[in-house]
């Protein structure tokens, strides 16, 4: 049985940081790309990050490019996402998903 559960997620002002983490059971994690969707109020769930299998291939929508940075280590079976520079409109709650399974979803909320 798979299992994703996520952490990280929280208040913070603008221009501020978080990370986000993503643990996976029940998968051979080291052979699978993972990504982060996010989903804000009122809003259709939008994809953010993907990283490769092996880490060596990452990718980004615009909005996020060059603020946020996707990894992962196999050897703990999770997968990050470091958000720098936040904005209000990275508010959302943000969501791992590793094949057709998806976590289950950690709020970030940016506001002053």
């Known amino acids: 049985q798979v299992q994703l559960v996520e952490s990280g997620g929280g208040l913070v002002e603008p221009g501020g940081s978080l990370t986000l983490s993503c643990t996976a059971s029940?998968?051979?994690?080291?052979?699978?790309?993972m990504g982060w969707h996010r989903q804000a109020p009122g809003k259709e769930r939008e994809w953010v990050a993907t990283?490769?299998?092996?880490?060596?291939?990452?990718n980004y929508d615009n909005s996020v490019k060059g603020r946020f940075t996707i990894s992962r280590d196999n050897i703990k079976s999770t997968g990050y996402l470091q958000m720098n520079d936040l904005k209000p409109e990275d508010t959302a709650v943000y969501y791992c998903?590793?094949?057709?399974?998806w976590g289950q979803g950690n709020q970030v909320t940016v506001s002053s």
């Open positions: 990283i490769s299998a092996a880490g060596n291939w990452t």
């Open positions: 029940g998968l051979i994690c080291s052979r699978v790309a």
């Open positions: 998903i590793w094949l057709q399974y």
